[in-house]
């Protein structure tokens, strides 16, 4: 009876196991996203990661079956691993996540190359393993450097290492020289680079790109647009920590490399990773916030500028390195006009308005007339087409504000008219919240103006507030407006105009009690007793009877003090109304004012052309009515 290995069988069995983990890790990895489940999986992946890594570094003969299942299993897990980093809801995976899907990988790769190992064939399949073992070494690196998993990229590129060595022993072999295998090498010594850098050991860094120098000069265009992608990389990551006179060594090897290849050989992706290592030595060079660099900078945008045109990564690129210059040499037309191109060529959305309208107030900072054009001239070629009502809102309401705060009011008045003209050809009226935004612009801007007894201007701003493009505040909104527009006219002493404004207004808005106080006002400044009479009759029919008479008594104490007997008359009349159809005690207290204003006013008042103002029966009438609401409020 043959003996039986005990090594052997033991390490069957966690070969075997290896499988069994890959099978049932493989249905879990699209379903794993909580934490908790996440963190399990790690902890088991791990342990079997550290399982293959050292069955590889020790002999022992596998079956040709159980190599190929192995295999299988390993091509299996790198399979899905890509297929759910390219899932759309992967990109906000979780850090555990991100980090199960790398160890995965790590994991994968290392029975891939374990099987490999294990399986006997003909001399040409050693070339063909070596040669797939170091490219998917090289992508495992590049995937576990940029997700800080230096251990696993230490694993990787040590298998790679060594079959990098195996290629070397074969050429040699075959008497093939050192630059047969150009792209692998390169790439490799660059991955090299990468991770020492992510160690903070730059000297090493330096030494592999001093190898890799010559072969870099070599490459195919797939391989320079790979290459040059990592080097960006490494480029990048300094300039995010601050170091960016290192950035800018790498970013500047990067540069060189991708610029190394012809324009019409280089792919889409290629050409994609030029255009990021032109932004990110542009960002880095503005950075350092030199002079010198900060012209190297625009010599480069030039550049790019001269190969693609005015294409909108050009003018974002041109607007940041106008905005770096000293305030006192600032080019501010410069500036309008690469926002207005902006305007004019960004392709829409919340971000881009969201730049744009935030460019354009910096710039009303230096030049408020260029930011208003800009601001009517996106509204009205962009936006206005497009029918965005939120885009439309937003910017109308920082337009209205760039007015509000504009030092030639009136002359910002007139134009947002003008601009709301325009507006309502092709809009509809604003929701309630942007139009209450902008109507509490407005009303702070008039308080000012009308506190400053600045009417006119007051004036303007309430007509551009009462635009039916705000319509949808609805009439409470209207009537403070227009109420403050009325107040506007009396304190200029312009009666028509008053009731110009009082003719157009809604119904409900003319039959508010503070409208009609307004209009009596009115009335006694163009001596209009008709329109005083209306006013007073219909504050007396106010089912508000409390408010009413609060109204009533002011509107007195303004005839009394303009001097007009004829319209105190008419007011006191009605304030005595209110008396006879019941009070209470402390109105009824001011019954004996009421009536000693009464008497004064009847002192032989007359209109204003000298005549007397009432008739012997009529102020008969006034005396016994005033005389008869005294008797029955004498037990008060």
Not at 231 to 255: F, T
Not at 522 to 528: E, F, G, K
Request: contains cysteine; negative net charge.
């Amino acid at each position: 009876m043959a003996s039986v290995d005990p090594l052997s069988i033991g390490r069957d069995r966690k070969i075997k196991g290896l499988i069994e983990f890959s099978t049932d890790l493989l249905p879990k990895l699209p379903t794993s996203h909580d934490s908790s489940s996440t963190d399990t999986l790690l902890a088991d992946l791990n342990h079997h990661i550290t399982t293959v890594n050292a069955i590889s570094q020790k002999s022992g003969t596998v079956s040709h079956e159980t190599a190929q299942d192995l295999k299988e299993a390993g091509r299996k897990l790198w399979n899905e691993c890509i297929r759910e980093k390219r899932r759309p809801n992967d990109v906000l995976a979780s850090p555990s996540r991100s980090k199960l899907l790398v160890r995965t990988r790590l994991f994968s790769f290392l029975v891939n190359v374990f099987s490999r190992e294990c399986l006997r064939g003909r001399r040409g399949d050693v070339e063909d393993d070596a040669v797939a073992i170091i490219n998917q070494g090289l992508v495992l690196a590049k995937i576990c450097i940029n997700e800080s998993d230096l251990d696993g990229a230490r694993l990787g590129l040590g298998k790679v290492t060594t079959y990098i060595d195996k290629l070397r022993q074969l050429d040699a072999e075959n008497h093939l020289g050192p630059g047969h295998r150009v792209n692998i090498e390169a790439e490799y010594l660059t991955m090299r680079c990468a991770l020492s850098l992510k160690e903070d050991r730059l000297d090493v860094a330096e030494h592999m790109y001093t190898k890799a120098d010559d072969l870099l000069r070599n490459l195919d265009p797939f391989s320079a647009e790979q290459l040059a992608d990592t080097l960006q990389d490494i480029g990048a990551n300094l300039s995010e920590k601050g170091d960016h006179e290192m950035a800018l060594k790498w970013l500047r090897r990067a540069h060189t490399l991708i610029n190394s290849q012809e324009l019409e050989r280089l792919s889409t992706e290629g050409l994609e990773i030029r255009m990021a290592i032109h932004h990110d030595l542009i960002q880095t060079l503005l950075a350092t916030r030199s002079p010198e660099r900060v012209q190297e900078a625009d010599d480069l945008v030039s550049y790019v500028e001269s190969e693609i045109g005015d294409k909108p990564v050009v003018l974002h690129w041109k607007l940041e390195i106008l905005q770096r210059s000293p305030s006192e040499i600032f080019d501010v037309d410069a500036c309008a006009s690469i926002l207005r191109r902006m305007v004019r060529s960004l392709d829409l959305s919340d971000a881009a308005l969201g730049f744009l309208l935030h460019n354009i107030k910096e710039l009303r900072d230096r030049g408020s007339r260029l930011a208003i054009g800009l601001l009517d001239e996106l509204l009205l070629t962009r936006l206005l087409p497009c029918g965005n009502t939120d885009w439309i809102g937003k910017t109308l309401v920082r337009r209205i504000w760039m007015g509000t705060i504009d030092t030639e009011a009136s002359d910002a008045a007139t134009r947002l008219i003008q601009l709301l003209e325009q507006l309502a050809e092709d809009s509809t009226p604003c929701n309630v919240d942007v139009a209450a935004a902008a109507q509490s612009l407005m009303w702070k801007k008039l308080d000012v103006s009308y506190a400053k007894k600045e009417y006119n201007v007051a004036e303007l701003w309430c007509q551009v507030a009462l635009h039916p493009i705000f319509s949808s505040t609805g009439e409470v909104s209207q009537g403070k407006f227009a109420r403050r527009l009325i107040l506007c006219a009396i304190s200029r002493s312009d009666p028509e105009t008053a009731k110009c404004t009082f003719d157009a207004l809604p119904t409900a808005v003319q039959n508010d009690q503070l409208t009609r106080y307004l209009m009596f006002k009115v009335s006694l400044i163009s001596w209009d007793h008709d329109l005083a009479r209306q006013c007073v009759e219909f504050l007396s029919k106010s089912t508000e009877k409390a408010k009413s008479r609060d109204i009533l008594y002011a509107c007195v104490r303004e005839a009394q003090q303009l001097g007009d007997k004829l319209s105190t008359l008419e007011a006191l009349k009605a304030v005595s109304a209110t008396f006879v159809t019941g009070s209470s005690t402390t109105a009824a207290s001011n019954l004996p004012s009421i009536l000693r204003s009464a008497g004064y006013a009847k002192s032989d008042p007359r209109d204003e052309n000298g005549n007397k103002a009432f008739t012997v029966p009529e102020l008969e009438w006034f005396r016994k009515n005033a005389y008869n609401i005294g008797v029955t409020k004498c037990h008060v």
